[in-house]
């Protein structure tokens, strides 16, 4: 069974300008949760899809957004990049509340 | 607010000794899981092991065992004979039952010494 699948894995971007990460969970995961993670501020939670529904979101402003389409693929979208979004963006998925996440391999966004 | 804490930046081991990691969680919850994860360089956080909080019974995974201590609110990882392989950050999670969102701690650098 294929894993988490994250697209791209290496993005470089300037300031000023948004981009669009992608994850592909595990077929038959309908939950997708996105991750930040940086060497100052660690993992953070960004946000949790479940059934193309936002359930849950962390403490990040409106410039991080996301949806999931039906097949369950998500996509998290940045807006007017900044230099502090230079971070490993990771994507998790999983089965059900009980079950535990996968994670891919992530997304390197480098803003210059 | 839920936080977990990592006190240990580093840790080295030699191969086939064991080491533990330690690492406290504050919660006012009741009913939680919490994780170890492994991030080799290759990126991919691989999920070692897990506690629900309302098993009194550490768990086990093979070379990998926990110390949960739910009054204490301590959830340590113990790598018994460690191998080469087993060198990574690790990082300890908590997660309330119900809810998918993980919250981490900074995570500890595990060096495995030949």
């Known amino acids: 069974k294929a894993g988490v699948t994250q697209t791209p894995r290496y993005l470089i971007k300037t300031r000023g300008q948004q981009v669009t990460l992608s994850c592909s969970p595990i077929?038959?995961?309908?939950?997708v949760s996105w991750y930040q993670q940086t060497p100052g501020q660690g993992l953070q939670f960004l946000f949790e899809y479940f059934s193309e529904t936002q359930r849950n979101k962390g403490n990040f402003p409106g410039r991080f957004s996301g949806r999931q389409f039906s097949n369950s693929r998500s996509e998290m979208n940045v807006s007017t990049l900044e230099l502090g979004d230079s971070a490993l963006y990771l994507c998790?998925?999983?089965?059900?509340?009980?079950?535990?996440?996968?994670f891919g391999d992530g997304t390197r966004l480098s803003i210059l | 607010a839920q936080t977990v804490t990592q006190s240990q930046p580093e840790m080295s081991v030699q191969e086939a000794e064991t080491v533990t990691l330690s690492c406290t969680y504050d919660?006012?919850?009741?009913?939680?899981?919490l994780f170890w994860y492994k991030q080799p360089p290759s990126r991919q956080m691989i999920l070692v092991i897990r506690q629900e909080a309302y098993k009194q019974q550490n768990a086990t995974e093979n070379r990998f065992s926990v110390n949960f201590q739910k009054a204490a609110k301590s959830f340590s990882l113990k790598i018994s004979d460690s191998q080469l392989g087993d060198a990574a950050m690790y990082f300890c999670a908590y997660r309330v039952t119900g809810r998918r969102a993980l919250t981490f701690g900074s995570g500890t650098r595990l060096q495995v010494q030949p």
């Open positions: 998790a998925s999983s089965l059900a509340f009980d079950q535990p996440q996968h």
């Open positions: 077929s038959g995961h309908r939950s």
């Open positions: 919660t006012s919850e009741s009913d939680y899981y």
